[in-house]
């Protein structure tokens, strides 16, 4: 099998592992940097790889619309169009099409929407996604599932949950298909991950977490609707759930979830996997991740400031540059101040799940996270909206 994943220990729901990859083993609990388009925004393959980067992600829905997955396909695949030999990870576009409120019908049979590339119409169904995701060659794909709001009543939660299902009993079809009669050569093998949906309601997840479970022996499980737009509590409430129901033998991957005190928080609950697209957007409007909160580096208070972005930082940005500079940077709308706070951003998530790992295996990770939370959300100066 050229997936195996080995618990290596456990702190309560906390763990330390490795997931076997093809292209690599997975040292976790991780954080994937998210590379939508085939590129981490502002970020260089060889910058991913210094800071240790393990898996990145990509997006099924935006190179679909660009520059197509056929394209890829014929191209080599992902790793060989962008030049990453680490794991990869392609999320369904589930997200994206059904972000698109306006201009997207959602039918039993697959939805139908408008690209905001250009307008025309396009039509995803569970079958043509997981097409789209052998043609992209990622090691691990994610099915075709329904999102929505976070907040979202229990009828309508239900009805999404159920609908995921029924959508991957077809994905899961359609793939196993694909492996049969579509061989590619020189590609390796992948890897089918569900998605448990169920918005906050713990009775909604259970369901969905037990029925995944009796349709097959998944290589992993997504947990995804989170972080869209819920009350925090309810998120870290869910996770204490599925921790129960989701096998313990299995990585747990949460979709789209970035924050530094978000992964502290569910490392804590049992997740092994993150992403999100929080660390290079934050980085290129001025924000970012430090051990004492968030920092907005174009505040006046900083002009003269000759101390880096985060003191116990060991990104390139941190070991060079004054918060001064970077801040100038910014002033003057030069690219370099977008690239470096990306690079931070992206390397503190990635580090502080190093650090976490570190904890677990050396049995002090109660400690460490306890005292992380404190000193980060006890800071000083606010947190930008």
Same mark, same amino acid.
């Given at each position: 099998?050229?997936?195996?994943?080995?618990?290596?220990?456990?702190?309560?729901?906390?763990?330390?592992?490795?997931?076997?990859?093809?292209?690599?083993?997975?040292?976790?609990?991780?954080?994937?940097?998210?590379?939508?388009?085939?590129?981490?925004? %502002?970020?260089?393959?060889?910058? =991913?790889?210094?800071?240790?980067?393990?898996?990145?992600?990509?997006?099924?829905?935006?190179?679909? =619309?660009?520059?197509?997955?056929?394209?890829?396909?014929?191209?080599?695949?992902?790793?060989?169009?962008?030049?990453?030999?680490?794991?990869?990870?392609?999320?369904?576009?589930?997200?994206?099409?059904?972000?698109?409120?306006?201009?997207?019908?959602?039918?039993?049979?697959?939805?139908?929407?408008?690209?905001?590339?250009?307008?025309?119409?396009?039509?995803?169904?569970?079958?043509?996604?997981?097409?789209?995701?052998?043609?992209?060659?990622?090691?691990?794909?994610?099915?075709?599932?329904?999102?929505?709001?976070?907040?979202?009543?229990?009828?309508?939660?239900?009805?999404?949950?159920?609908?995921?299902?029924?959508?991957?009993?077809?994905?899961?079809?359609?793939?196993?298909?694909?492996?049969?009669?579509?061989?590619?050569?020189?590609?390796?093998?992948?890897?089918?991950?569900?998605?448990?949906?169920?918005?906050?309601?713990?009775?909604?997840?259970?369901?969905? %977490?037990?029925?995944?479970?009796?349709?097959?022996?998944?290589?992993?499980?997504?947990?995804?609707?989170?972080?869209?737009?819920?009350?925090?509590?309810?998120?870290?409430?869910?996770?204490?759930?599925?921790?129960?129901?989701?096998?313990?033998?299995?990585?747990?991957?949460?979709?789209?979830?970035?924050?530094?005190?978000?992964?502290?928080?569910?490392?804590?609950?049992?997740?092994?996997?993150?992403?999100?697209?929080?660390?290079?957007?934050?980085?290129?409007?001025?924000?970012?991740?430090?051990?004492?909160?968030?920092?907005?580096?174009?505040?006046?208070?900083?002009?003269?400031?000759?101390?880096?972005?985060?003191?116990?930082?060991?990104?390139?940005?941190?070991?060079?540059?004054?918060?001064?500079?970077?801040?100038?940077?910014? =002033?003057?709308?030069?690219?370099?101040?977008?690239?470096?706070?990306?690079?931070?951003?992206?390397?503190? =998530?990635?580090?502080?799940?190093?650090?976490?790992?570190?904890?677990?295996?050396?049995?002090?990770?109660?400690?460490?996270?306890? %005292?992380?939370?404190?000193?980060?959300?006890?800071?000083?100066?606010?947190?930008?909206?």
């Amino acid at each position: 099998m050229s997936f195996d994943f080995t618990l290596e220990t456990t702190t309560g729901a906390a763990r330390a592992a490795r997931f076997a990859t093809p292209h690599g083993v997975v040292e976790s609990p991780a954080f994937m940097a998210v590379g939508t388009l085939a590129t981490v925004k %502002a970020l260089d393959p060889d910058d =991913l790889r210094a800071m240790q980067a393990q898996m990145i992600l990509a997006n099924a829905y935006h190179l679909h =619309l660009r520059p197509g997955d056929e394209l890829i396909r014929e191209l080599g695949g992902l790793h060989e169009f962008m030049h990453w030999d680490g794991p990869i990870l392609t999320d369904s576009g589930g997200f994206q099409v059904f972000s698109l409120a306006t201009l997207r019908t959602v039918q039993e049979e697959g939805v139908e929407f408008q690209s905001h590339i250009d307008g025309s119409k396009r039509h995803f169904t569970p079958e043509s996604v997981m097409r789209i995701e052998r043609n992209l060659g990622a090691d691990v794909i994610m099915q075709f599932d329904h999102v929505i709001p976070g907040q979202s009543e229990a009828d309508v939660a239900r009805d999404a949950s159920e609908r995921s299902l029924r959508w991957l009993a077809r994905c899961r079809t359609e793939f196993e298909r694909l492996v049969r009669e579509d061989p590619i050569p020189g590609r390796h093998e992948q890897a089918l991950f569900p998605i448990v949906q169920g918005g906050i309601h713990a009775d909604l997840r259970r369901e969905a %977490a037990t029925a995944i479970r009796g349709m097959a022996d998944w290589v992993g499980y997504g947990i995804g609707g989170l972080s869209v737009g819920e009350a925090k509590p309810d998120m870290y409430r869910i996770l204490e759930e599925l921790n129960a129901v989701i096998p313990q033998d299995r990585p747990r991957y949460l979709m789209g979830v970035g924050f530094p005190e978000d992964l502290v928080e569910g490392v804590r609950r049992g997740v092994d996997l993150f992403d999100c697209v929080a660390p290079t957007r934050m980085g290129r409007n001025g924000t970012a991740f430090t051990r004492d909160g968030r920092l907005n580096i174009k505040r006046a208070e900083f002009r003269t400031d000759r101390r880096p972005i985060d003191e116990m930082c060991g990104c390139s940005c941190c070991t060079r540059f004054s918060r001064a500079y970077v801040r100038h940077l910014f =002033l003057a709308d030069e690219m370099l101040g977008l690239r470096l706070l990306s690079l931070h951003n992206v390397h503190f =998530l990635v580090s502080l799940m190093r650090e976490a790992r570190s904890a677990l295996l050396g049995g002090t990770f109660d400690a460490w996270s306890e %005292a992380w939370l404190q000193r980060y959300h006890s800071r000083t100066i606010p947190a930008p909206a």
